[in-house]
T-cell receptor, first 115, second 114 residues
Framework: AQSVTQPDIHITVSEGASLELRCNYSYGATPYLFWYVQSPGQGLQLLLKYFSGDTLVQGIKGFEAEFKRSQSSFNLRKPSVHWSDAAEYFCAVGSSFNTGNQFYFGTGTSLTVIP | DTGVSQDPRHKITKRGQNVTFRCDPISEHNRLYWYRQTLGQGPEFLTYFQNEAQLEKSRLLSDRFSAERPKGSFSTLEIQRTEQGDSAMYLC????????????FGPGTRLTVL
């Protein structure tokens, strides 16, 4: 069965510092992987997605993520964090089969940015 | 394209009452999903529709929950005889058919059961 683990419940970084949020997945085939961001009281916004091909994917707001099949990981990175990046980040895995494509989400990582 | 909308944004109800939420997906999207999100957790899948057909339901969707999408456009999620454990954010998402298509999420309906 599909599952996603985000080991870090909460991360605090200084503005301008680099950021890496960890995501490990469990899936029997090639997964479809997504990172979403959720600001307080808001819905989820897609940052980036991976289906196949180049294992380094670029997203919005300067985020990127790298798919590593050998480690079953899809970590999110940003070279320089802005105060507006403070939010909850969710990694999700979707089915690579054209069926229901329900997403399985991790429990999220809460990001605090200090000036 | 105004995105996915949900109504109401907040609902406070007393235990035992029935509540109904509405979701309007992006107009050309034929798939519609309902998720539940509790504090400190990621969204958990409840059910999804392809057009008007409800194709899958999670074990989380007890018999007090019912969802409809009568004309393949908007959807409603009803909870009967609400319990305090139903307090959560209920998220709706829509997408085109196909695993490569991202799901677009609405702002959610926050339910508080007193």
């Amino acid at each position: 069965a599909q599952s996603v683990t985000q080991p870090d419940i909460h991360i605090t970084v200084s503005e301008g510092a680099s950021l890496e949020l960890r995501c490990n997945y469990s899936y029997g085939a090639t997964p479809y992987l997504f990172w979403y961001v959720q600001s307080p009281g808001q819905g989820l916004q897609l940052l980036l997605k991976y289906f196949s091909g180049d294992t380094l994917v670029q997203g919005i707001k300067g985020f990127e993520a790298e798919f590593k099949r050998s480690q079953s990981s899809f970590n999110l990175r940003k070279p320089s964090v802005h105060w507006s990046d403070a939010a909850e980040y969710f990694c999700a895995v979707g089915s690579s089969f054209n069926t229901g494509n329900q997403f399985y989400f991790g429990t999220g990582t809460s990001l605090t940015v200090i000036p | 394209d105004t995105g996915v909308s949900q109504d109401p944004r907040h609902k406070i109800t007393k235990r035992g009452q029935n509540v109904t939420f509405r979701c309007d997906p992006i107009s050309e999207h034929n798939r519609l999903y309902w998720y539940r999100q509790t504090l400190g957790q990621g969204p958990e899948f409840l059910t999804y529709f392809q057009n008007e057909a409800q194709l899958e339901k999670s074990r989380l969707l007890s018999d007090r929950f019912s969802a409809e999408r009568p004309k393949g456009s908007f959807s409603t999620l009803e909870i009967q005889r609400t319990e305090q454990g139903d307090s959560a954010m209920y998220l709706c998402a829509s997408s085109l058919v196909g695993g490569r298509n991202e799901q677009f999420f609405g702002p959610g309906t926050r339910l508080t059961v007193l």
